[in-house]
């Protein structure tokens, strides 16, 4: 009988595969097989296919169809290759020419009725497509703004098979149907959160300026009340817009989560505050099927908040300690290893106790001290030692409301500001070196001779070292935190004041 092909994309992660869909028809029983190791999902294809063909007007060959997904040993997942395999089963039927089917790559879901459902993972898709060397790309209507913000592409959005059949040349005649869109969603109004909303606690807020500066890590310890979700919340609104590849990046996160992107790239930094019941696989991500991002590389570029850090179970807490470090999340399966961004900023808070009221004054501790001590070990120490800021938070007194009370606090656009050009002397000065934070930079390059600090500078922390108060990672750690706040004060080189703040923030949390 009759043979064609086209092509769609397998995603692993972030990464994307080109596959080619074939389509044989033979003259043995009726039916429809496909090969090519699918999931369960895509094995359903086959019914989805048959029946958004037949009610497109262009039902299916009566004869035997073989559909073959190549490369058979990569493994596909999801329902976004339906489109591929209608098209390339009808084109080897002769109702479109195959050289047209051929031409262009296919992303879509089919919906029994012919219309085309926006497809998760879009965006992505769309970029292994280009960086494959291919340039139109066939999507759903749903999907054809957030298709087109990639560059270099041709765009061809249909709400239908039946469009994607007359747009390669069937000789059908065009019936008008609903566009499958997706779901709008409401993002949380995190733009309007500003830091002038903060009353005292003019210590946190230098905190979350140094770490804003730096990329650096934060732990807030204080009781309920103190304020530590709200400045929290209030970090992403410090952070500079992100860059181009950042924003793609983002954005292509948003896209594979199956969130809607929009008509423009993600230029703010992201947050996730996931709750304290979440699994590790639902943090760092993972799945059945195809391999979807967690929290933690949804906040990738962007901040990951943990509230009640305590209450997240271990196995939580110390799958970030790996990612803190490589700022990036690897996934394991049998047959793929799915890569993911995890370069965030994470910012821990804690109350002092089960109960929150120790060390208050307020109201008596009803806490025994094991349980204390029990509560905050759930935090293990190795990744309490890869938090670079560390510090307690108090409630605001009355005396602090008054004085609030006058002006002069600091707004989150003042502070933007100052961020932006310590990065930017920051980046100045890491030119020519892998990174561009000061979180980034490893301490052998800290301490080499052309950037060592003098003794005299440094004497408090050598100290500290030696009777065990810091590691020598902290060590490392307090020398970032000290050029950060230095380029936050506009000072060329970190001084005693530089390196004894630092030492403060790092070791700023009551016991």
């Known amino acids: ?43 359903e294809a086959a019914e989805r296919v048959r029946a958004a063909a037949k009610n497109s007007g262009c039902a299916l060959n009566g004869h035997r169809l073989t559909v073959n997904l190549s490369p058979a040993a990569l493994r596909k997942h999801g329902s976004g290759f339906d489109l591929a395999i209608a ?68 765009v061809v959005g249909v709400a239908s098979l039946r469009d994607a059949l007359i747009w390669h040349g069937a000789r059908l005649e065009p019936q008008e149907v609903e566009v499958l869109c997706a779901p709008v969603e409401d993002d949380p109004a995190g733009e309007n959160l500003d830091l002038i909303d903060v009353v005292g606690n003019d210590e946190a807020i230098l905190a979350l300026q140094v770490a804003a500066a730096g990329g650096h890590h934060l732990f807030m310890l204080g009781p309920p009340g103190a304020g530590k979700t709200m400045l929290a919340a209030r970090l992403p609104g410090l952070l500079p817009d992100l ?78 300690r790996q990612p803190l470090e490589s700022g990036r999340i690897s996934i394991h399966r049998a047959n793929a290893v799915a890569h993911f961004p995890a370069r965030f900023q994470l910012v821990l808070a804690a109350n002092p106790c089960p109960c ?27 990744l309490l030692d890869r938090i670079d800021i560390q510090l307690t938070v108090t409630r605001v007194t009355a005396a602090q409301l008054r004085i609030a009370a006058d002006g002069g606090r600091l707004s989150s656009d003042v502070a933007r500001h100052r961020v932006a050009a310590a990065r930017a002397t920051a980046a100045t000065r890491l030119a020519g070196t892998p990174w561009t934070l000061n979180s980034q930079v490893s301490g052998p390059w800290l301490r080499s001779p052309e950037r060592r600090l003098d003794a005299p500078v440094t004497a408090m922390l050598d100290r500290a070292l030696e009777r065990g108060g810091i590691t020598m990672r902290g060590y490392d750690r307090i020398l970032r935190v000290a050029w950060s706040v230095a380029d936050l004060a506009g000072v060329a080189r970190p001084g005693s004041d530089e390196v004894g703040q630092a030492l403060y923030l790092r070791k700023g949390m009551a016991s």
């Open 1 to 43: 009988m009759s043979l064609a092909r086209t092509h769609s994309v397998a995603l692993i992660g972030l990464a994307g595969s080109l596959v080619e869909v074939e389509a044989d028809i033979s003259s043995q029983l009726p039916g429809m097989r496909l090969i090519g190791l699918p999931d369960a999902a895509l094995a």
């Open 87 to 154: 098209l390339a089963c009808l084109a080897a039927d002769n109702v479109v020419p195959a050289a047209s089917v051929g031409a262009v790559v296919h992303i879509g879901e089919l919906a029994l009725d012919g219309r085309l459902r926006p497809t998760p993972g879009m965006l992505p898709a769309v970029i292994a497509a280009a960086q494959l060397g291919h340039r139109t790309v066939m999507v759903p209507a749903g999907n054809a703004e957030e298709a087109a913000l990639v560059p270099g592409i041709r």
């Open 243 to 320: 860059g181009p590849a950042e924003s793609l990046e983002v954005s292509s996160l948003r896209s594979l989560s199956g969130r809607p992107v929009g008509r423009s790239l993600i230029t703010r930094p992201p947050l996730e505050a996931p709750h304290h019941t979440i699994t590790a696989a639902a943090m760092v991500g993972g799945g059945s099927g195809q391999i979807r991002p967690g929290a933690a590389a949804r906040a990738s570029h962007g901040v990951l908040f943990l509230d009640e850090a305590p209450e997240f179970a271990a196995a939580v807490l110390d799958a970030l």
């Open 356 to 382: 929150g009221q120790y060390g208050t004054g307020d109201q008596e501790c009803t806490c025994p001290p094991n349980s204390r001590r029990r509560y905050l070990a759930r935090i293990s120490g190795p």
